[in-house]
């Protein structure tokens, strides 16, 4: 993934700070909105890994801070509900101007409300995604409960909200009161994804239920059983940004060729988020290599030994099918089973070229073979998983040229 940091104004001359990512070494065959939720920032670890499961799926993703949070400029006080549309709007001017409008909306939370409110104003939008969102907007305002007494006789408050001071005035309450919740989701007019917990004890299910019963066909929901609101553990957000991604090419234009935009072979990317999650892109094909847990690692993918031995597994089961095609042998399967430690060089009992010290890399390949062959042909195999072209590179002299890319 590729990320830009970028800025845009919104209606009142405030200055949004944003993120774009791009996906890895191939452009973009749509672009979404991020909306985060109630007093948060774009730099949310859920936002992320929303984020960074779009991307690997081929979209670029932009989030932003809304007025006043995160990097944004302006007063958190001065903004509402309404301005926080504005602020979708932009954004979605800044894409439309810069790279090619949205047309996925994904909002969490008060986000997934705004998305929802601000979707209708947006032609390009053509699907929008909400991720524990509440109904009605002014379901967040129980979270100003402490303040509620001193908003309503002073016109503001100093209020706690996630263990964080916020000032907040009556005309923040009064907007989202202000807005009719029914009419805007019976009259989105867009594909609808739901996805809520269960669980979620701050934006009850229940919610969920209400906006799909006002929402018209093409609608859909997808629990997130077990989930927080937050999505705080990694692996719920992942798979809330996966199941987004493979619902939302049932209603976006996907173009019939899509490849990558450099003539590299593979690009790997690493950003400065928790762990060693890196992203790897293969002509279209995206994949995650990581670390476990016990070396610090998120285990979202293989390790990079992991995926050595998958080059070295892959090209023998291809190399074997192939030559039993070609001699017309009655092959029916391959499975190769791998595996890689470091052995001390005078315990191993193979012919080493020079004097081979100390501790060395030992691949080791247990090939079953399924069909009704007779030993000679099961032998003759055996001999060609020997000459798999990444076996001869692994067995090769290799050349490894490294640069700093300018």
């Given at each position: 993934m590729k990320n830009q940091r970028i800025s845009f104004a919104n209606p009142d001359g405030t200055s949004l700070a944003g993120v774009l990512e791009l996906p890895l070494d191939r452009h973009p065959h749509n672009y979404a909105l991020f909306a985060h939720c109630f007093t948060c920032n774009k730099n949310l670890s859920a936002v992320r890994h929303i984020t960074r499961a779009?991307?690997?799926?081929?979209?670029?993703?932009?989030?932003?801070?809304?007025?006043?949070?995160?990097?944004?400029?302006?007063?958190?006080?001065e903004s509402n509900f309404s301005s926080n549309l504005s602020d979708l709007e932009s954004a979605a001017e800044f894409l439309t101007k810069k790279h090619v409008a949205p047309t996925l909306l994904v909002g969490h939370s008060l986000g997934g409300a705004a998305v929802l409110a601000?979707?209708?104003r947006l032609d390009s939008v053509k699907a929008v995604a909400t991720i524990g969102a509440p109904f009605s907007p002014d379901h967040v305002t129980h979270l100003l409960a402490d303040g509620a007494d001193d908003i309503e006789r002073s016109g503001e408050?100093?209020?706690?909200?996630?263990?964080?001071?916020?000032?907040?005035?009556?005309?923040?309450?009064?907007?989202?009161?202000?807005?009719?919740?029914?009419?805007?989701?019976?009259?989105?007019?867009k594909a609808l994804l739901v996805m809520h917990s269960p669980q979620d004890i701050i934006v009850g299910v229940a919610n969920a239920a209400a906006i799909y019963q006002h929402a018209k066909h093409p609608k859909s929901f997808i629990s997130l059983d077990g989930a927080d609101h937050l999505l705080s553990v990694s692996a719920d957000s992942r798979y809330a940004g996966n199941m987004i991604a493979s619902w939302v090419n049932r209603y976006i234009d996907l173009p019939q060729t899509e490849g990558p935009s450099t003539d590299q072979q593979l690009v790997a990317s690493i950003?400065?988020?928790?762990?060693?999650?890196?992203?790897?892109?293969?002509?279209?094909?995206?994949?995650?290599?990581?670390?476990?847990?016990?070396?610090?690692?998120?285990?979202?993918?293989?390790?990079?030994?992991?995926?050595?031995?998958?080059?070295?597994?892959?090209?023998?089961a291809m190399t074997l099918k192939m030559y039993a095609q070609r001699k017309k042998w009655p092959l029916k399967g391959v499975t190769v089973h791998l595996n890689h430690d470091k052995i001390h060089a005078q315990d191993c009992e193979c012919d080493l070229e020079g004097d081979a010290k100390g501790r060395i890399d030992r691949l080791q390949r247990l090939i079953e073979i399924e069909g009704e062959l007779d030993t000679?042909?099961?032998?003759?195999?055996?001999?060609?998983?020997d000459r798999c072209p990444v076996h001869r590179t692994l067995e090769g002299d290799i050349l490894i040229t490294t640069e700093l890319k300018k």
């Open positions: 779009l991307t690997a799926n081929g979209f670029g993703v932009l989030r932003f801070d809304f007025t006043g949070l995160g990097e944004s400029e302006g007063e958190f006080a601000v979707a209708s408050a100093q209020v706690n909200i996630g263990g964080r001071p916020f000032r907040v005035q009556k005309q923040f309450i009064d907007d989202l009161k202000a807005q009719d919740p029914g009419t805007t989701v019976s009259n989105l007019r950003d400065d988020t928790k762990g060693f999650t890196v992203n790897m892109q293969a002509g279209r094909h995206a994949m995650l290599a990581d670390e476990p847990h016990s070396v610090g690692g998120n285990d979202f993918g293989a390790t990079p030994y992991d995926y050595v031995l998958g080059g070295l597994g892959s090209c023998t000679e042909q099961r032998e003759r195999l055996l001999e060609i998983a």
